[in-house]
């Protein structure tokens, strides 16, 4: 025999309403507002840096692999602070981006890398992770964390 909800439609369950405003509490939390905006700079500063640090010419395909990635980032972690219920899974995203721009030096240059280019982009790289993995540690946490994943 198959059992009926009481609710007409999964938008009216007392479980998702309840799951919505947790997110809504824990998206507009000044932790999640700061990781967002960092995330937003580190992004448009990946972005510039080729231009700033001056090695724009000495590594074109690096320059052009941090603009792209640099932007992503930055879309990313505006979107995080706009419509953060449509994209708190990205956080995951943006943490693999850094790492990405930490190898990315080696993996796209494939010859000596000059010390401006390695700083820029671990440093970079490093922020990026760190805010990717603080975003979605504030995500598991909203979502119930571990415990929620082991059931």
């Known amino acids: 025999m198959v059992e009926r ?19 809504e509490r824990i998206s507009t939390s ?7 905006g960092l ?7 990946l972005a510039i840096s080729p231009a700033v640090v001056h090695f724009r010419e000495l590594a074109p395909n690096v320059a052009q692999n941090n603009l792209i990635v ?6 990313v972690g505006l979107g995080l602070s706009m419509t953060p219920r449509s994209m708190l899974r990205l ?4 943490a693999l981006a850094g ?14 890398v000059g010390t401006e280019i390695v700083l820029t982009n ?13 975003g979605a540690g504030i995500t598991l946490a909203a979502s119930g964390g571990w415990r929620a994943r082991r059931r």
């Open 5 to 23: 909800s009481q609710y007409k439609t999964m938008a009216d369950h007392p479980d998702v309403l309840e799951m919505r405003e947790r997110y």
């Open 30 to 36: 000044p932790p999640t507002v700061i990781t967002d």
């Open 39 to 45: 995330l937003v700079l580190a992004g448009l500063w």
């Open 70 to 75: 640099g932007l992503g980032v930055a879309a």
């Open 91 to 94: 956080s995951w995203a943006t």
């Open 99 to 112: 790492v990405w721009v930490i190898v990315s030096p080696w993996v796209i240059q494939q010859t000596t």
């Open 122 to 134: 671990v440093i970079t790289g490093g922020v990026i992770a760190l805010l990717g993995l603080a």
